[in-house]
């Protein structure tokens, strides 16, 4: 897909296309980043996560995964998932306790996802803050694999899962 941003989206640094040593064409400069953001219950175990549903302008449009986008020449991975999911969906990094990350490396482009809680006692209220979302949602974790999913973040959820299930160190 080309550059089919909607009107007043400005590009942002770190916004351009990579043809991948896989093949591809991948969104990211620097690389990308998404962040998935984890709901716990009293116990600590995971309830829900915060997805995003694309909006249908964006490559793979109309899909569901998580907030994300082009990490900036300046920022972590973790910086640039932070910055896009307030971005995208609202979301005060103040309030996310990042865990882990997971990395997807492509050799000449790498996409990571950062794993993380929101901060207990904490409920946050996220809804879609730009035009790249349809809409923005705390999803059942039950509920995630029966949603049409991004198919690279589709891929990647058992792990995901796997690692996002792992309790805490306390």
């Known amino acids: ?89 609202g979301i005060d990094p103040d309030v996310v306790h990042v865990r882990a990350t997971h990395v997807l490396d492509h050799g000449s482009w790498r996409y990571t996802t950062v794993l993380a809680d929101e901060a207990p006692g904490a409920t946050l209220d996220v809804r879609p803050t730009d035009p790249e979302s349809l809409a923005i949602a705390w999803v059942p974790l039950a509920d995630v694999d029966r949603r049409p999913l991004l198919p690279a973040f589709a891929a990647a959820w058992p792990v995901l899962l796997d690692r996002l299930t792992e309790r805490p160190a306390r």
């Open 1 to 89: 897909m080309d550059d089919a941003r909607p009107e007043g989206r400005t590009r942002q640094p770190g916004d351009g296309w990579v043809d991948c040593d896989c093949g591809s064409r991948h969104w990211g400069l620097h690389g990308a980043a998404g962040l998935l953001l984890a709901r716990r219950d009293a116990a600590g175990g995971v309830t829900h996560v915060v997805l995003q549903h694309r909006a249908l302008w964006s490559d793979q449009g109309g899909t569901w995964g998580v907030p994300g986008g082009a990490v900036g020449p300046d920022e972590s991975p973790e910086q640039g998932a932070l910055r896009e999911a307030q971005e995208e969906a």
